[in-house]
DNA sequence: ATCCATGCAAAGGATTTGCAAAGAT
DNA sequence: ATCTTTGCAAATCCTTTGCATGGAT
């Protein structure tokens, strides 16, 4: 499991990597990015702003947008796009791959892997002359039962 | 086979029992969205705006976005999001279902179809405690042979 | 000392909306 | 006649960018 501080270990690397610099708000980012009281989260730009907010009041929204993406770039974020207009980011676990079921009632995001369905992308794939080098897969479904009784958990 | 003839009925359906009317420029959106020789476009609302212009200067922008909306609304069209900043549409075959396979060389949009996919997607989603209403599945990959001697049409 | 990063505000791009005029039932 | 639709422009939302200042190596 990589923790926060993982986290901000792979980040420097990557910075010094390419000639950038780490700075306090990047290492605050992430850290609240990683924080693992939110691990299930998938929080929006905002969403991600407003918790840095409350630690540093300082820290500009284009800041938090720039984090992101070089997060992105070393494989620590993974953007996506739930069907509102807004990407969500999620922190990436090396080595994991999982993909998400929206639940119409509630809009909750639930995470799932299901490596059948990893294998037989990869056949489609090479089937179609590609290597796979990427998927995004989102199931929308209404609850068997209410989602008061179910699991389902407001993100918002 | 849905013709966008077949098109124009079903959505002239939707409106009437919806107190909605059918209008000119409705009719000439469905049926540019629906004509075989783009059949496998997946236009964005400016590619298509473009298409219904040449044929009547007239119409306007928002006037396409509503009719897309519309034509959403009564399961005629399909918007995707293939990792760029605009919603693309598809025309929709009643019963028919295909995903999409993303050329990371040209960006060419490849549709394919998986039962066994479909299946455990079913399968994982009632397993999660929800009936599967919908999905989105896009696969990016790289081409074994390049762009230009296989199969990938640039789309833009 | 040299570049890079930051914060702000302005710009950008996609999509939506308000409104007066035109159109459909 | 009534209520909807249209086209335009303005507004909105999310995201990116330019620039002067502050910060990291």
């Keep these: 499991m990589l923790t926060a501080d993982d ?4 980040l420097k690397g990557y910075l010094s990597k390419n000639g950038l610099k780490m700075t306090g ?3 605050l980012v992430t850290q609240v990015f990683f924080d693992p009281e939110h691990k299930e989260d998938h929080p929006t730009v905002e969403e991600l702003y407003i918790r840095v907010r409350s630690l540093d009041t300082k820290v500009g929204y284009a800041t938090v947008y720039r984090t992101l993406k ?4 070393c494989n620590l974020a993974n953007p996506t796009r739930f069907g509102e207009n807004q990407t969500r980011y999620e922190p990436e676990q090396p080595g994991e791959h999982h993909d998400h079921m929206v639940c119409t009632e509630c809009n909750a995001i639930i ?3 299901d490596q059948r369905i990893e294998e037989l992308q990869e056949l489609v794939a090479e089937k179609l002359g590609f290597v796979l080098t990427d998927h995004k897969m989102v199931l929308f479904g209404e609850p068997l039962e209410s989602c008061a009784s179910s699991g389902c958990r407001r993100p918002d």
């Design 25 to 27: 708000q990047r290492e």
């Design 70 to 73: 070089l997060l992105t770039e």
């Design 7 to 10: 986290a901000v270990d792979v």
């Design 111 to 113: 995470e799932f892997e």
